[in-house]
């Protein structure tokens, strides 16, 4: 079962496509909660070299509070990752991950319909792109 989706992007800076994926995921009703720099962090502490990497930390309160009602410890899976990664052809891969899959692991069917309901709005954010 895969774990993500994604799409790749071409034609504009890594910048650019962050600044696009954050207001997608507005729209979606997405804030942004955490902002990791996978290149930055792998030179200050391995010195090795990325090429551009991010993973920001989003979360869509209504769903969250609809799951945490349900299931409080799915906490630890919380909030959704969104990464965008520059490929070596230039082009930014932006991945998600798939909720569905994630929340299976949990073994409580009440969730499924909400992460199928957060996994839909992931996917609304990767067709604006």
Same mark, same amino acid.
């Given at each position: 079962? *895969?774990? #993500?989706?994604?799409?790749? +992007?071409? $034609?504009?800076?890594?910048?650019?496509?962050?600044? @696009? &994926?954050?207001?997608?995921?507005?729209?979606?009703?997405?804030?942004?909660?955490?902002?990791?720099?996978?290149?930055?962090?792998?030179?200050?502490?391995?010195? *090795?070299? #990325?090429?551009?990497?991010? +993973?920001? $930390?989003?979360?869509?309160?209504v769903f969250?509070? @609809? &799951?945490?009602?349900?299931?409080?410890?799915?906490?630890?899976?919380?909030?959704?990752?969104?990464?965008?990664?520059?490929?070596?052809?230039?082009?930014?891969?932006?991945?998600?991950?798939?909720?569905?899959?994630?929340?299976?692991?949990?073994?409580?069917?009440?969730?499924?319909?909400?992460?199928?309901?957060?996994q839909q709005?992931l996917k609304?954010?990767?067709?604006?792109?």
């Open positions: 079962m *895969k774990y #993500y989706q994604s799409k790749r +992007i071409s $034609g504009i800076s890594f910048e650019e496509a962050k600044e @696009k &994926v954050i207001a997608a995921l507005q729209t979606e009703g997405f804030g942004v909660l955490t902002e990791i720099d996978i290149q930055a962090t792998m030179k200050k502490k391995l010195d *090795k070299d #990325y090429l551009p990497h991010t +993973i920001l $930390g989003a979360c869509n309160p969250a509070d @609809k &799951v945490l009602q349900i299931e409080p410890t799915i906490s630890t899976m919380l909030p959704c990752n969104v990464t965008l990664r520059k490929l070596d052809n230039n082009d930014i891969e932006v991945a998600t991950i798939d909720p569905s899959s994630a929340m299976t692991a949990v073994g409580n069917d009440a969730i499924l319909p909400i992460a199928s309901e957060v709005k609304n954010v990767l067709d604006a792109l």
